[in-house]
């Protein structure tokens, strides 16, 4: 059965870190690209990062506070969240596999992460 497991979400203070990290059961990191998307109640859902199923993770992901990641050994995906902000705060998601019209596919439930001032 395939699915997405989230975890590493929590409160944090402003400037602080966390690193998300997603548990993948039946995905194959080598055929699919992999992304975290975060939403913000009443706003649609927006795309923070993805990696491709080479291992290359997209140009933005290299800039900004934001770094994804993954372990093919442990099947998992991450992202390192640096100096947090209050707007940072949403539901985190981590998805995988885009069909032929570059939607994703697979969802995770998601992970709340809540920054603090």
């Known amino acids: 059965q395939l699915r997405l497991e989230e975890s590493g979400g929590g409160s944090v203070q402003a400037g602080g870190s966390l690193k998300l990290s997603c548990r993948l059961i039946g995905v194959d990191f080598k055929i699919c690209t992999m992304g975290w998307y975060r939403q913000v109640p009443g706003k649609e859902r927006q795309l923070i990062s993805t990696i491709s199923p080479s291992g290359i993770p997209d140009s933005d992901s290299k800039k900004g506070r934001f770094i994804i990641s993954r372990d093919v050994e442990k099947r998992t995906l991450y992202l390192q969240m640096n100096s947090l902000q209050t707007e940072d705060t949403a539901v985190y998601y981590c998805?995988?596999?885009?069909?032929?019209?570059?939607?994703?596919?697979?969802w995770g439930q998601g992970t709340q992460v809540t920054v603090y001032s």
């Open positions: 998805a995988a596999c885009r069909n032929g019209q570059g939607e994703f596919v697979h």
